[in-house]
């Protein structure tokens, strides 16, 4: 169908998926000790295909942040998100809290991780998201880190106030930071700004925690009013309602097992309701670029 003079086309947002298991939750930390990681039941490869499957059925591309660790343990679900047409960023290799490492602990971390996906994809990796957003106002060199070791973009900063991340006073929508060691474009979690006050809306508990109408609400006022790109995310272990029940305290299960059954129907709703493509076809959109362009100018 050919659409009528003045049409404005729908804005393409970023769908990301953080691809992680369940007991990599950082909420876990305390309860799950990481020497015992290789024990526990994987579900991770089952959630990701079934992702995969998802996406197939509406068309959609996505920007998939793997853990290094994923990636080492089943090489052949990077593969297959590969070729399933789908980018390949990095979500650091060991799912540790950026606040958390010393400078040169996280270069390792951030190396590492690189080195396995692009070993695997066959590509230059160009994203990073941190685990659990947290690259935080007390983590600057962090960019420093991202930059030098070859990373395009970032994705682990969200403007908003929260007990375990966020900067709240950073910029809202994709922009460009300038370090000594060169530049990178951060892609921010996406929120709608009331007042003084920012509000995530676009994904993981947000997304199961609150109703759908408050996700479909806040992408449209910011694609709308704003004219830019919402950065939704997901994780694989938010579709397992049969995930094992790991003993957290009462905050940690209300925010890691809420609402698992509402996330596959939420997702298909969302991605009829919404255009949805990778961070850099997302991002270049905004200006008429091509994806391999620089995305911000």
């Not at 650091?92 to 695997?120: C, I, M, N, W």
């Not at 530049?183 to 925690?209: D, I, W």
Request: proline residues 6%; contains cysteine.
């Amino acid at each position: 169908m050919t659409a009528s003079p003045g049409a404005v086309r729908p804005v393409v947002n970023a769908m990301t998926i953080d691809v992680e298991d369940y007991f990599h939750v950082s909420a876990f930390d305390g309860v799950v000790v990481r020497d015992q990681w290789d024990q526990l039941e994987s579900r991770v490869c089952a959630n990701t295909e079934r992702l995969l499957r998802i996406f197939e059925a509406h068309g959609v591309s996505a920007t998939f942040f793997v853990l290094g660790r994923v990636a080492e343990q089943f090489p052949a679900l990077v593969a297959d998100i590969v070729a399933a047409g789908h980018e390949i960023a990095s979500h650091g290799y060991d799912h540790r809290l950026v606040y958390s490492q010393t400078p040169a602990a996280f270069r390792e971390d951030v190396r590492r991780a690189k080195g396995q996906l692009e070993a695997l994809a066959g590509h230059a990796v160009d994203g990073y998201r941190a685990p659990s957003y947290s690259i935080t106002a007390r983590t600057p060199w962090a960019f420093d880190v991202l930059i030098e070791e070859g990373h395009k973009y970032d994705a682990s900063v969200f403007p908003i106030r929260h007990d375990r991340y966020g900067i709240p006073d950073a910029p809202r929508h994709a922009h460009v930071i300038a370090r000594a060691a060169g530049s990178l474009v951060e892609t921010p979690g996406s929120t709608v700004r009331f007042g003084r006050v920012n509000l995530p809306m676009a994904g993981g508990g947000y997304f199961r925690l609150l109703p759908y109408w408050w996700t479909r609400w806040g992408i449209s006022r910011v694609n709308q009013r704003e004219g830019l790109p919402a950065i939704f995310y997901l994780h694989p272990w938010e579709l397992d309602t049969a995930q094992p029940r790991l003993p957290a305290n009462r905050l940690g299960r209300f925010r890691h097992y809420r609402n698992l059954h509402r996330t596959e129907g939420r997702l298909h709703q969302l991605l009829t309701d919404f255009r949805f493509d990778t961070v850099p076809v997302a991002i270049a959109a905004v200006r008429g670029a091509s994806p391999t362009d620089e995305m911000v100018a």
